[in-house]
């Protein structure tokens, strides 16, 4: 299965959720069973062996790769989760949006001193969503091994915003 036929699956919707954005809808790559193994695999082969003992998960998207990711991985998961969300005592990440801000958060003892972590979440657009996230782990404990996407919106400059952290998405846009 190649990349190209992945990133032919992916839909794109113009105007959600908002005028002007053209949204990458991967939920026809999720239904499909080919396209999906496809998909986690492309990270399982990258990462077998590499030593990640924690995937942590971007809300909302993130969780749906990056928790098959960890199972084949044999890594512990770890949600990265909207401010409100999380049971127990967090660290918090408030960034910029378009309009306004957002806060992320993590638990306090989701890593270990020492873990490797793969940070994962389905889109790379501006970079602000997950370069909070990435303190977030440092914060905890962890170490950011790589931060991977299925999607990267390249025209955005999001791996700009990342600069020292690897990066990884093998669907490119533009
Ligand atoms: P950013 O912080 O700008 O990199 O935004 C990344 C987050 O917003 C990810 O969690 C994506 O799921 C979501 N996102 C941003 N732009 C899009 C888009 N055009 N299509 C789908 N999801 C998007």
């Not at 919707?13 to 193994?37: E, S």
């Not at 928790?67 to 969300?85: D, E, F, T």
């Not at 950011?144 to 999607?151: N, P, Q, T």
């Not at 990267?152 to 791996?159: K, N, P």
């Amino acid at each position: 299965m190649s990349v190209r036929v992945l990133k032919t699956a992916v839909r794109d919707v113009p105007d959600f959720p908002k005028a002007g954005i053209l949204f990458k809808d991967i939920t026809p790559v999720l239904r499909d069973p080919k396209l999906f193994k496809a998909a986690v695999d492309i990270f399982v082969r990258r990462h077998k062996g590499k030593g990640i003992t924690r995937v942590a998960a971007i809300d909302a998207r993130g969780f749906l790769f990056g928790s098959a990711i960890a199972y084949r991985l044999k890594a512990g998961l770890v949600p990265i989760r909207k401010k409100g969300k999380l049971p127990y005592s967090c660290h918090e990440e408030s960034y910029d949006l378009e309009y306004g801000s957002a806060t992320l958060s993590v638990h306090t003892d989701a890593f270990s001193l020492g873990d490797k972590v793969l940070l994962m979440d389905d889109l790379l657009a501006t970079g602000g969503t997950a370069l909070a996230s990435a303190r977030l782990i440092e914060r905890a404990g962890g170490s950011v091994a790589e931060i991977d996407f299925l999607i990267e919106l390249a025209f955005l400059g999001g791996r700009q915003k990342l600069a020292g952290y690897p990066v990884y998405a093998p669907i490119v846009y533009g």
